[in-house]
């Protein structure tokens, strides 16, 4: 399948390429030039299927050049590294609300759900290409993205990755899962600044092409790991029907019912993955837009505006902190006709100005498949503390969110759809928030948090957490965002 740019001054000629190549040369994002479709046979076919089974048949539509049984054993060995095999399991809440914990994997994010993949989908994408040479990959992370990368990419073959955080934007125990990263082939550097300022000095090394000339002489290429790469999404659109099967399993819906998906969001890949099931044919109704205090989205789906000439606020759900949610430019690419020149226009000026606005028309349109709301932190730490009491569920800070606005939603328009809330990180994560949320007294020690944590909830504490205490800290280094490139060049020659 051939891939566009959103900005039309580029293409792949195949799934492969756009993956390897991470970001369009026109510094667009790639997508497929149409979107396959997911029959009600197969659909029904997927129900008997176990979560691998489930991700090659929807991966493969995309992912045509890759061998289908390879793929298949890709995926097994990648969910292999969750609890159970099973990465999205669904558990039901209430009546109508489900939660799928997508954090059973080997940094407790949903993040993993991706990247445990990615390293095959871009090895092997490498070698489809006939590409010989050694790829970089280059990582701006608000926290969890950065560690899902690193315990993905440690030690691949002919590969080697580099993370940039912001050196005051993430939690204690993300830093510490950072910062303790094992394996040959990784590098960890904080960026004094916020998540906007990192995501920024990493694309403007990606769209820097008198280095990549350089690197290419000294036989290195780029790739990216964010969710801008399209192996990034497309894994995570598995999950929308994974959960509709299991609904179906569980005697929940029929087949050809709608389900709502509520989506705590921040740079917009996640839902983005509900909006391209949807549009392979997944029944979804509403796709609900969550976001904290940082409300760009919230305000861009009521008013048409996308304005980040605003404040940044650093919340206790960080993985959320961004004002340019890079991923809704496949959204508004689209949701304008696919018009590229128009998606490139809009992206100018958000560069320049820092706003674009979409016509009345897109707007309403939008509307249609979209619901978007947000919440403060103390309404975040309200909902932790409700779900908890009411029914002896733990949420963790970004969770919160999505269900605080699940309730706006159903409060606001009486809907009674089956919702299921993607669920993206363990409470274990942010551990200090959520506790002081459910119990107040909260010690300054992560750990300490943790087993506090544990005493109240019950839930056991999960090991990859356990594992931290003792692991040596590899990576203190810290720069300014002019010394990206530095950092970079340094890393290449070791
Ligand atoms: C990354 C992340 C998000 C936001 O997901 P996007 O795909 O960037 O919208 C939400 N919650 C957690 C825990 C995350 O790690």
Same mark, same amino acid.
């Given at each position: 399948?051939?891939?566009?740019?959103?900005?039309?001054?580029?293409?792949?000629?195949?799934?492969?390429?756009?993956?390897?190549?991470?970001?369009?040369?026109?510094?667009?994002?790639?997508?497929?030039?149409?979107?396959?479709?997911?029959?009600?046979?197969?659909?029904?076919?997927?129900?008997?299927?176990? /979560?691998?089974?489930?991700?090659?048949?929807?991966?493969?539509?995309?992912?045509?050049? /890759?061998?289908?049984?390879?793929?298949?054993?890709?995926?097994?060995?990648?969910?292999?590294?969750?609890?159970?095999?099973?990465?999205?399991?669904?558990?039901?809440?209430?009546?109508?609300?489900?939660?799928?914990?997508?954090?059973?994997?080997?940094? =407790?994010?949903?993040?993993? %759900?991706?990247?445990?993949?990615?390293?095959?989908?871009?090895?092997?994408?490498?070698?489809?290409?006939?590409?010989?040479?050694?790829?970089?990959?280059?990582?701006?992370?608000?926290?969890?993205?950065?560690?899902?990368?690193?315990?993905?990419?440690?030690?691949?073959?002919?590969?080697?990755?580099?993370?940039?955080?912001?050196?005051?934007?993430?939690?204690?125990?993300?830093?510490?899962?950072?910062?303790?990263?094992?394996?040959?082939?990784?590098?960890?550097?904080?960026?004094?600044?916020?998540?906007?300022?990192?995501?920024?000095?990493?694309?403007?090394?990606?769209?820097?092409?008198?280095?990549?000339?350089?690197?290419?002489?000294?036989?290195?290429?780029?790739?990216?790991?964010?969710?801008?790469?399209?192996?990034? =999404?497309?894994?995570?659109?598995?999950? /929308?029907?994974?959960?509709?099967?299991?609904?179906?399993?569980?005697?929940?819906?029929?087949?050809?019912?709608?389900?709502?998906?509520?989506?705590?969001?921040?740079?917009?890949?996640?839902?983005?993955?509900?909006?391209?099931?949807?549009?392979?044919?997944?029944?979804?109704?509403?796709?609900?837009?969550?976001?904290?205090?940082?409300?760009?989205?919230?305000?861009?789906?009521?008013?048409?505006?996308?304005?980040?000439?605003?404040?940044? /606020?650093?919340?206790?759900?960080?993985?959320?902190?961004?004002?340019?949610?890079?991923?809704?430019?496949?959204?508004?690419?689209?949701?304008?006709?696919?018009?590229?020149?128009?998606?490139?226009?809009?992206?100018?000026?958000?560069?320049?100005?820092?706003?674009?606005?979409?016509?009345?028309?897109?707007?309403?349109?939008?509307?249609?498949?979209?619901?978007?709301?947000?919440?403060?932190?103390?309404?975040?730490?309200?909902?932790?503390?409700?779900?908890?009491?009411?029914?002896?569920?733990?949420?963790?800070?970004?969770?919160? %969110?999505?269900?605080?606005?699940?309730?706006?939603?159903?409060?606001?328009?009486?809907?009674?759809?089956?919702? %299921? %809330?993607?669920?993206?990180?363990?409470?274990?994560?942010?551990?200090?928030?959520?506790?002081?949320?459910?119990?107040?007294?909260?010690?300054?020690?992560?750990?300490?948090?943790?087993?506090? =944590?544990?005493?109240?909830?019950?839930?056991?504490?999960?090991?990859?957490?356990?594992?931290?205490?003792?692991?040596?800290?590899?990576?203190?280094?810290?720069?300014?965002?002019?010394?990206?490139?530095?950092?970079?060049?340094?890393?290449?020659?070791?």
């Amino acid at each position: 399948m051939k891939f566009v740019s959103t900005r039309g001054q580029s293409e792949a000629s195949c799934s492969a390429s756009a993956i390897v190549k991470g970001l369009a040369e026109d510094g667009g994002l790639f997508v497929p030039e149409k979107f396959p479709q997911i029959s009600f046979d197969e659909l029904n076919q997927m129900i008997d299927m176990d /979560y691998a089974e489930r991700a090659c048949t929807v991966l493969h539509k995309y992912l045509e050049e /890759y061998d289908k049984e390879e793929l298949l054993c890709a995926c097994e060995k990648a969910y292999s590294k969750f609890e159970d095999c099973d990465p999205a399991p669904v558990v039901k809440i209430d009546e109508n609300t489900f939660i799928m914990e997508l954090f059973h994997g080997p940094t =407790l994010a949903f993040k993993d %759900v991706a990247l445990t993949l990615l390293p095959y989908l871009l090895r092997k994408g490498a070698d489809i290409c006939g590409i010989k040479e050694q790829i970089l990959i280059l990582v701006a992370t608000s926290g969890d993205t950065g560690k899902a990368a690193l315990e993905g990419f440690k030690d691949a073959q002919g590969i080697k990755i580099m993370v940039f955080y912001p050196s005051e934007g993430v939690s204690d125990m993300q830093k510490l899962q950072m910062c303790t990263q094992e394996g040959d082939n990784v590098n960890v550097v904080a960026i004094k600044g916020n998540f906007d300022d990192c995501q920024t000095a990493v694309k403007n090394i990606f769209s820097d092409k008198k280095i990549e000339r350089e690197l290419k002489e000294k036989g290195v290429i780029f790739s990216s790991a964010n969710s801008m790469n399209f192996g990034r =999404l497309v894994p995570q659109v598995t999950y /929308y029907f994974s959960a509709y099967c299991d609904l179906i399993a569980s005697g929940e819906i029929k087949i050809g019912d709608k389900v709502n998906f509520v989506v705590p969001t921040g740079n917009f890949g996640n839902i983005l993955a509900g909006y391209y099931a949807k549009q392979m044919g997944l029944p979804v109704g509403k796709l609900i837009c969550a976001s904290n205090d940082n409300n760009v989205l919230t305000e861009f789906f009521a008013s048409g505006t996308y304005d980040i000439n605003r404040e940044f /606020y650093k919340t206790i759900s960080p993985s959320m902190d961004i004002l340019i949610s890079s991923n809704l430019e496949r959204l508004i690419f689209e949701q304008s006709g696919r018009d590229a020149k128009l998606t490139a226009n809009r992206m100018a000026e958000l560069k320049t100005k820092g706003n674009y606005s979409l016509t009345d028309k897109e707007k309403t349109a939008l509307s249609k498949d979209f619901f978007a709301d947000f919440c403060d932190q103390l309404e975040c730490k309200e909902t932790i503390g409700e779900v908890f009491d009411e029914y002896g569920y733990l949420l963790d800070t970004h969770t919160a %969110v999505a269900v605080n606005v699940k309730n706006t939603y159903c409060d606001y328009t009486k809907d009674n759809t089956p919702t %299921v %809330v993607l669920s993206t990180a363990s409470p274990y994560k942010f551990a200090k928030d959520v506790l002081s949320a459910i119990n107040g007294k909260v010690p300054e020690d992560a750990f300490k948090c943790a087993n506090k =944590l544990y005493e109240v909830s019950a839930l056991p504490v999960p090991d990859q957490l356990v594992a931290l205490k003792t692991k040596e800290k590899r990576f203190t280094q810290i720069i300014n965002r002019t010394e990206t490139l530095n950092a970079v060049i340094e890393f290449i020659g070791k």
